[in-house]
């Protein structure tokens, strides 16, 4: 689970690196891609071709994230909008009503359940879910696929370059607006896999996205915010913990020790586990 948690996590702090925004409504990008596979394995695909969904429906969300930006997003950069950051919270926020407003006209506030991935499989004395089990190695390839993207390709270093410096990025010929484009492509696309991935074991449901849209916000914080690597270590540290504790402690209180753990974390570290430092001019 901490593996999954780190899709929308990353996907948060990517868009946040770039432009500097929140966006609040990640998690109706997350439901959106939920919808999208369940939509293709109950209509298009047999269920065993669940993954020929995956990149599907990231192409289908990233078009989506796209189009977003280039009609509400872009025009605030260009224009220079003053508070910037009420316009985005507003703007945010008003998608999520938006979103599941429009799943809930087209399919009703029902609850759908689309094939499981993959049989039970046992570890030794742990049985796991076959879903959740693929649902990691999927998670696991497309982080694997994500980090050689920004680490080896040209596109990738002119992402770090940008949210490094916005104005020095121009100087070498990037378009910092193309580069804010792409990277919110990519951080609702990696929402809609999660979404994708998690969908037999969550559901699919209008409001399906509001707890990993918490869970997301909770690692990014308890990681650093802006750090892709804190991330990735605060979602395995966030899955591991809340495993746990269900196991050990109770399981109602799930989602109560994973508030703990970043209250804990933020006493000790108010920076989160790998914060950015702060550069002084």
């Avoid at 910037?84 to 938006?98: C, E, G, K, N, S």
């Avoid at 994500?146 to 949210?163: E, N, P, S, V």
Wanted: overall charge positive.
């Amino acid at each position: 689970m901490g593996a999954i948690y780190c899709l929308m996590a990353v996907g948060i702090t990517f868009i946040y690196s770039i432009m500097k925004m929140i966006n609040w409504s990640m998690g109706e990008y997350y439901m959106i891609g939920s919808y999208i596979q369940w939509f293709l394995l109950t209509t298009v695909l047999p269920s065993e071709y669940w993954y020929v969904g995956i990149p599907i429906t990231a192409g289908v969300d990233f078009c989506i994230g796209v189009i977003y930006h280039k009609l509400l997003l872009k025009p605030m950069y260009i224009r220079g909008i003053e508070r910037r950051d009420d316009y985005i919270t507003i703007m945010t926020v008003a998608t999520v009503v938006l979103f599941r407003n429009i799943m809930v006209f087209i399919y009703g506030p029902y609850v759908f359940s689309p094939p499981e991935y993959y049989h039970p499989v046992q570890l030794g004395p742990l049985p796991i879910s076959g879903s959740k089990l693929m649902a990691f190695i999927g998670a696991t390839i497309i982080l694997g696929i994500f980090y050689y993207f920004i680490k080896r390709t040209w596109i990738g270093r002119a992402l770090q370059a940008t949210a490094q410096n916005r104005f020095g990025v121009q100087i070498i010929g990037v378009n910092p607006y193309k580069m804010d484009e792409l990277a919110f492509g990519l951080g609702v696309a990696l929402a809609a896999i999660a979404g994708a991935l998690l969908a037999p074991v969550f559901l699919v449901y209008p409001t399906n996205g509001a707890i990993c849209t918490i869970k997301g916000f909770t690692i990014i914080v308890l990681g650093g915010i802006g750090s892709i690597t804190g991330s990735i270590v605060g979602g395995l540290l966030l899955g591991i913990i809340e495993a746990l504790c269900t196991g050990l402690i109770n399981p109602s209180y799930r989602d109560i020790y994973a508030f703990i753990t970043l209250l804990v974390v933020l006493i000790i570290k108010p920076t989160g586990l790998m914060g950015e430092r702060e550069r002084i001019a």
